[in-house]
């Protein structure tokens, strides 16, 4: 089956601490893969997407990805947790079947960051 | 307007009932999604269009219906409610119909109740 796997479904860090949400995939080839991040009550937001091209992926608020292929992993990391980065992070991979680019989501880690 | 709206905000619906969930894009994106977010399951599609007259069936499309009369609107429709319909409905958009690398942009959600 082709799946997205987020390995924690929390994580708690304390404030200027780094960040490490882990997610796994499935698939028979290299996907596109993307991380986005919901905060309460608000619509889901892209943070970075790998698209084949390098496998380190910047994205927005100083988040970062790395694509690696052998580990079938797309782990998302910060240098430093700021308050504001307390929300649900999915991450998510597409697949192209039946005439539509479908996103297949993980389970959600939800991040709490501690003063 | 600014991106992808929804309405209503929220909803509480008494099982049988009908109703249509709302969504406009501003975006001119030929694709359009609802999804569905329920704890622990991440999001789940309910239905897709990839163009203005054409929609699809997703993963989870039992109970809904959908039409896309224009590029942007895409009303889903809850023909006669039930209470496993409880969830938080997403509406996305992408810039392509069928890219894998096409991003997804989120509407801020609906969240709908049925008793």
């Known amino acids: 089956a082709q799946s997205v796997t987020q390995l924690d479904s929390h994580v708690s860090v304390s404030e200027g601490t780094p960040v490490l949400l882990r997610c796994n995939y499935s698939s028979s080839y290299s996907p596109s893969l993307f991380w986005y991040v919901q905060h309460p009550n608000k619509g889901l937001q892209l943070l970075l997407k790998?698209?084949?091209?390098?496998?380190l992926v910047k994205g927005i608020n100083g988040f970062e990805a790395e694509f690696k292929k052998s580990e079938t992993s797309f782990h998302l990391t910060k240098p430093s947790a700021h308050m504001s980065d307390a929300a649900e992070y999915f991450c998510?991979?597409?697949?192209?079947?039946?005439?539509?680019?479908?996103?297949?989501f993980g389970a959600g880690t939800r991040l709490a960051v501690h003063p | 307007i600014a991106g992808i709206t929804q309405a209503p905000t929220s909803q509480i619906l008494a099982a049988g009932r009908r109703m249509t969930l709302r969504c406009t894009q501003d975006m001119r994106h030929n694709a359009m999604y609802w999804y569905r977010q329920d704890l622990g399951l991440g999001l789940r599609l309910i239905h897709y269009?990839?163009?203005?007259?054409?929609?699809g069936k997703g993963e989870v499309p039992d109970g809904y219906s959908v039409s896309r009369a224009n590029t942007d609107d895409f009303p889903l429709t809850l023909a006669s409610a039930v209470p496993s319909q409880t969830s938080v409905y997403f509406c996305?958009?992408?810039?392509?119909?069928?890219?894998?690398?096409?991003?997804?942009?989120f509407g801020p959600g609906t969240r709908l109740t049925v008793l």
């Open positions: 790998y698209t084949s091209a390098a496998t």
């Open positions: 998510a991979r597409s697949r192209f079947s039946g005439g539509y680019n479908k996103l297949i």
């Open positions: 269009s990839n163009t203005a007259g054409t929609t």
């Open positions: 996305a958009s992408s810039d392509r119909a069928g890219g894998p690398a096409d991003t997804q942009y």
